[in-house]
């Protein structure tokens, strides 16, 4: 009987310890994966980037975001207080057999792939150019960010790190995407500890997903609010409304529904593209670290970013994107 009860309490023990991990693989599968569709993102819009609010917010770009029910909408581009010696690597759509799969944006000590999108304002297809840690203080280069000198006195001038670069595409891969790859620096980059989006930006997207202003079949890709001032303020002196769309917007021929991959699809499709996806985000992050710019902002910044060619595959919400 004491054996039986030994072994009884093994067993249970070995469960509690499978359990959370086996949870915690598929919550990190999730991350990984992230949302699939057979329609691409429109291009991104042209806007301004508003002042900075103040010393230690770091500039995080908009971007489409997704809903089954009303397909792209989009997230403005906005400023956010940073973790300290925390770089901030954009999400990005990319394109791997027929389906467009979202890759979660993290901070991190430095910047990783963002799929060579040219965001703007510091961030034009490969690394930052928007400015660096110096110890716990952040440094703005005020060549390619939108910041008060007079109250915000860690600023310095880098106009040689600026590249014209006109691209608005929001996708990486497949017919008119960014043809760009990871970088070894960008892939060291994705293996290092970081953290997921803070609190206020996910807040922020989910604001954004429930003003109908911001979905794309509303705005057709120039949406009235584009970029804010801080996370989740989508009036007043702080918002800017985008100058124009990045390229004509042409409607989807299918529903939102009809555009959403099964799980299965998702994840072969997911398992190709692996090389373009950083391994799950922890869920703590060091506290130091010196990152060095690497881009720009504006219509200028660059990268190796060219559209691909590949053979057809659904249709597109956009082809040709970029925006601030």
């Not at 990190?28 to 699939?36: H, T, V």
């Not at 900075?52 to 909408?73: F, I, K």
């Not at 890759?103 to 930052?128: E, K, L, M, R, S």
């Not at 989910?206 to 079949?217: D, I, K, P, V």
């Amino acid at each position: 009987m004491k054996l039986h009860r030994a072994v009884r309490f093994i067993v249970f023990g070995l469960l509690l310890l499978i359990i959370p991990a086996a949870l915690s693989s598929s919550s990190s599968a999730q991350i990984a994966i992230g949302i699939s569709v057979r329609i691409g993102p429109p291009a991104l819009p042209v806007y301004e980037q508003p002042i900075c609010p103040g010393p230690g917010y770091l500039w995080t770009p908009g971007y489409w975001g997704w809903t089954d029910d009303d397909g792209y909408y989009w997230v403005p581009g906005t400023w956010v207080v940073a973790p300290v010696g925390m770089l901030w690597t954009p999400g990005y759509w990319g394109w791997n057999n027929g389906l467009y799969i979202w890759n979660a944006g993290y901070w991190g000590p430095h910047i990783g792939f963002y799929g060579g999108i040219n965001y703007g304002f510091g961030y034009g297809g490969v690394g930052f150019v928007g400015g660096e840690w110096r110890g716990g203080a952040f440094f703005y280069n005020t060549a390619v960010m939108h910041v008060d000198t007079v109250h915000i006195t860690n600023v310095y001038v880098n106009r040689t790190v600026i590249v014209n670069n006109e691209s608005h595409v929001a996708f990486n891969g497949g017919e008119g995407g960014v043809a760009a790859r990871p970088t070894p620096a960008e892939v060291a980059a994705a293996r290092e500890p970081h953290q997921a989006a803070l609190a206020a930006q996910t807040e922020h997207e989910h604001a954004a997903s429930q003003n109908r202003a911001m979905f794309a079949s509303e705005n057709h890709g120039a949406p009235a609010v584009a970029a804010t001032a801080r996370p989740g303020e989508f009036s007043g002196h702080g918002v800017v409304a985008a100058r124009a769309a990045g390229a004509p917007y042409h409607a989807p021929a299918i529903s939102p529904r009809e555009a959403r991959s099964p799980a299965s699809e998702a994840n072969r499709a997911n398992a190709a593209n692996r090389p373009f996806t950083p391994p799950p985000h922890t869920e703590s992050a060091p506290r130091a670290g010196t990152a060095h710019p690497q881009n720009e902002s504006h219509p200028e910044n660059s990268s190796k970013a060219k559209p691909a060619k590949e053979p057809k595959h659904p249709p597109q919400e956009d082809k040709h994107d970029k925006g601030r």
